[in-house]
Each structure stands twice: as C-alpha cells, then as structure tokens.
C-alpha cells in the first residue's frame, strides 16, 4: 500500500509538472482618438446702428426748452435742409418732455438729440449717447453778470439767472423762504439743477417745502409766469427777457422793467447735438458735416437762431462735460445715481 500510495504521489506531480496554462493571446485596441485644437470662434460683429432711408429715417429729438410750436417748425426746416445737403430722410419729435427726448434716444426711437446739458449727463449715463457737436451762442448778459465785458462774443456756455417782479421784495436768495417759485424742468441745468443746488447751500430747500414749486416746462414760461405773478419767482437761462428766440419782449414790452434779475449762477457749458449709441461712424461722420455747414449758411443760420438761439457749431471731444459733471458730483448730483 506504502508503495501504491507513493507512484501515485509521484504520478500526480509529473503530470502537474507538464501541464503549462495555455498563454492569453493579447487584445488589440485602437489608440484614443484625440481632436485637433481649434480655433475659438470669432465674436459676432454687432452691427451699427444706421438710418436715413424711407423706410427707416433719422429721427431727430429736440427737448421742450422753448415754445413748442417754434422748436416745431425751426426743427422741421433743419430736417428738410439736411435732408437736401446729405440725400438722407430724416423726422423729428420734439419730447413732452427733458426725460421724453432722452429715452426716445435710448430706445433707438431717435438716432439724434438736441438735448440740454444735465440731459446729456443722464443720456451718457443711462444709454451712453455720444455727444459730437456743442452749441456756440452770443454771450448774453444781465445787470448782474461778472463777464459784462464778454457780451455779445461766440462761447460754448451760458448762465442762468434768479428772477423776479421788481416789487417783490425779493432781493436774495433767503428772501425765497415761503415764497412760490417757478422751475423749469428737473432735467434742466440752468432751470432747476444749479439753482437747486444753490439754493440748498443758502439754506432753501425746495425738495422739504422751503418754496411752493411749479415746474413750468420751458424757459419762457418761467418768464411769463414771474411776469404775471403767477410765481414770486423763478429760475431760467441769461436772459429770457431779451431773448430773440423766445422774443418775450414782443408780447410784454415793460418786461425788462416788471422783472429784474436778483442772482446770477456760475457758468454752464453749453447743450448741443448728440447720437445714440454704436452709431454708424460714417453716417455720423456726413451728419457732422452737414450740421456744421448748416452754420455756415445763412438759410441754415437762421434756422439754428429759431430754434434755440443758436449762433454756432462746434465739434467737441468725449471729455467737453467732465468738469462740469464733477462740480454736479461734488454738489451731491451724480447722473449716474439718478438713472433707473
């Protein structure tokens, strides 16, 4: 048994010597395929905005500063000159408001504006409209105004005067405590923004009661209404009274002598002509021009002296307002906190 036990033993691990695994031939795999980089694609161009066709015209806003039936017919007269010098269709509109004529820009309802100064400020702002043109005019002065000297001379800025009926009593700005006082428009600079201001700093407030405030809509209408009595008093640009374009001294001759200035603010730069956003460059390029030959002629002249009093154009570079949106700033006035 000994010995049958041991060949079988012996047996066993012969035959587990001989038997080798049967080698796993590998498999074969296709090496990753790895993309070629690409180039990242380009930005769409966002196009310019253009106008100018039948279909499409340039639609020209003019703010309510004046008489609206005069900044109607004088703006439609512009239209159709620019329309004969550039081959350009062109429509305007003049807002029912300072605020009216800046969204009309910033919903692209309207390509070019006639907007006031602080309207530009807010307009850069909000809608980043592009001023190109600033508007020269024929100093005027009043009784109080330090450049007396400077009268009649081409600048691109203005002041704006406190008025009221000569015997009112009214002689300072104190003297407006309790009083009723005619305004503008709140996006008008010489009209409520810098004598609001100066008013605040010699203790008025007009936004706590200090006066009874009526917003009169235009310039003129300040002016009549202190002519009239229907306000103590009153803020508007140098000098209403004698004013060519608003001509108030046709309808009231005694003005000059029924309403006197009684405080004259620092200098304002001038309003002018701005466009929207992204605007075409070579279509601004022909506009430019042709509103700058337009001051040049003398249909055009007075067509621009009809309007607002103009008596010139200027170009101006992006930085024109800065030094008067930093006084704004330092005054508590920032247009950029203003608009919505």
């Known amino acids: 048994m000994f010995v049958l036990l041991t060949v079988l033993v012996l047996s ?36 310019y905005e253009t106008c100018g066709t039948p ?38 509109e003049v807002g029912t408001s300072f605020a009216a004529s800046i969204e009309a820009m910033g919903a692209k309802k309207a390509q070019i504006g006639f907007l006031n100064t602080f309207s530009v400020l807010l307009g850069k702002a909000k809608y980043n409209v592009d001023p190109a043109l600033a508007v020269v005019r024929k100093l005027a002065v009043n009784e109080l105004s330090p450049d007396k000297e400077l009268e009649g001379t081409m600048q691109p800025y203005y002041r704006g005067q406190f008025i009221t009926q ?18 503008v428009d709140p996006n008008s600079a010489s009209g409520y923004i810098v004598p609001n201001i100066i008013m ?8 706590a009661g200090d006066v009874t405030v009526t917003m009169a809509g235009s310039h003129p209408n300040v002016g009549v209404a202190v002519y009239n009595g229907d306000c103590d008093a009153g803020v508007t640009y140098i000098d209403i009274r004698k004013d060519e374009s608003a001509k108030l001294y046709e309808t009231y001759p005694d003005i000059m002598e029924k309403v006197v200035v009684f405080y004259t603010t620092d ?15 070579e279509l601004r390029a022909t506009i430019v021009a042709a509103f700058l030959k337009m001051a040049e002629d003398e249909a055009g002249k007075q067509l621009l002296k009809d309007l607002y009093n103009i008596n010139g ?3 101006i570079q992006p930085d024109f307002y800065d030094a008067f949106l930093a006084t704004m ?12």
Request: proline share 12%; glycine share 6%.
């Open 12 to 47: 066993t691990l012969i035959l587990s010597a001989c038997t080798q695994p049967t080698p796993v031939a590998p498999v074969e795999t296709e090496a990753p395929v790895v993309p070629e980089p690409t180039e990242p694609p380009a930005p769409t161009a966002v196009p």
């Open 313 to 315: 154009l200027v170009e």
């Open 329 to 340: 700033v330092a005054a508590g006035v920032d247009p950029a906190t203003l608009v919505k």
């Open 200 to 207: 605040k700093s010699q203790g008025i407030d007009s936004e």
């Open 267 to 281: 200098i304002i730069p001038s309003d002018g002509i701005q466009f929207i956003d992204n605007f075409d460059p």
């Open 166 to 183: 000569a015997d009112s009593g009214i002689t300072s700005i104190a003297d407006l405590k309790g009083k009723t006082f005619c305004f």
């Open 55 to 92: 279909e499409k015209p340039c639609v020209i806003t003019f703010v309510p500063s004046a008489e609206v039936g005069k900044i109607t017919v004088a703006g439609q007269g512009i239209a159709d000159w620019l329309a004969a010098e550039t081959g350009l269709t062109y429509q305007i």
